[in-house]
């Protein structure tokens, strides 16, 4: 078991008291204060780990493996809980199917965090608690936590309904990185920040652009300001329906959307309402690299799934699969040139500068700039 920093649990003891019990198997999207969670699950137990693209579905794979004899748990941002209200209260609730859920604690009360979490962070116990969930927050020590797992057990069993630890930020240690398992096939791609340059080069310089949350938009931000450009910091996988609002309603107006592939798998039914209104110049940039790089660089399910395929059969007019700046730039021309609602995949490879920083402009203040740019 490795040792943990100083008040903070080791994840491989935390998930050896879960299985211990029973517990398995874990599904969920990451959040970078349970990345070491993840990372040990990755690496000792792969077979009990499902990578989820939204929390709702994280919570009724789980609710199937509830009524298949198992004793799941769902690990999930405090974020994504707004994903998750429906089946917890209709599903988990209605048909009394407990499941543990560890839900992160981002925006708590008192300790600095991004905007986007400061709403959630006030009310995540008190949201729980609404949705008759349990909740107390993680024990700081793993005898406590073995007690407190007790109780929650005994909880789940009593009243057949679910269960959540809320984990503070600090409160699981760093997990050692597994060893690469030889050459990235994706080394000679393209980085993200230099996808969105040759974007910016190539595209019409009216274009409206909309980036999704993450990396995307503060390497936007930091590299390519300018009033056209909407950062959606928050609301995972909202950027490309973001987009589409406002092309439905600028028809004069190139609109374009920086996407990323956990973002349009966590909202893939958008590509459906995309697709579906052929009145719209849309051009959907979709950087991908198989990865949450924003909360550790967990994989994403994206490698095997085709987004040009559904993105065909949603009704786009076009899709590009592209790996290099040479055919990034053409698709770019291409679509904005041609019109109709066109989708262009670009595989690039994970990294970012470490001294990356947040957006220097607040929300409110750039979504005030963007709306001065549609009223002009």
Known sequence: MSAPAPGALPADGVVALLKERGLGPFTGVPCSFLGPVISCLEQDHPQDYVICANEGEAVAIAAGARLAGRTPVVILQNSGLGNAVNPLTSLCHTLRLPVLLLVTWRGRPGQPDEPQHELMGAITPEMLTSMGIRNEVLPGSLPELAERLDAALAHMAGTRLPFAFVVPKGAIAP??????????????????????????????????????????????????????????????????????????????????????????????????????????????????????????????????????????????????????????????????????????????????????????????????????????
């Open 175 to 376: 997990h050692p990185a597994a060893a690469p398992a030889g050459a990235d096939p994706r080394a000679d791609l393209m980085l993200r920040a230099d996808a969105i340059g040759q974007v910016v080069e190539a595209m019409d310089p009216a274009t409206l652009l909309v980036a999704t949350t993450g990396k995307t938009a503060r390497e936007l931000e930091r590299d390519f300001d300018r009033p056209e450009n909407l950062y959606v910091v928050g609301s995972m996988g909202c950027a490309s329906s973001v987009a589409l609002g406002v092309a439905l309603h600028t028809p004069d107006r190139p609109v374009a959307v920086l996407d990323g592939d956990g973002a349009a798998l966590m909202r893939l039914e958008a590509m459906a309402a995309i697709g579906r209104e052929t009145r719209t110049g849309l051009a959907h940039i979709l950087l991908d690299n198989e990865a949450y790089e924003s909360t550790g660089g967990q994989p994403t399910a994206s490698a095997g799934v085709d987004f040009c395929a559904v993105a065909a059969a949603s009704g786009y007019r076009a899709t590009h699969d592209v790996t290099d700046a040479e055919q990034l730039r053409a698709a770019v021309r291409r679509a904005q040139a041609e019109g109709g609602a066109q989708l262009i995949r670009v595989r690039i490879r994970p990294g970012s500068d470490p001294g990356l920083g947040r957006p220097a402009l607040r929300p409110p203040q750039s979504a005030a700039r963007f709306m001065e740019v549609l009223a002009s």
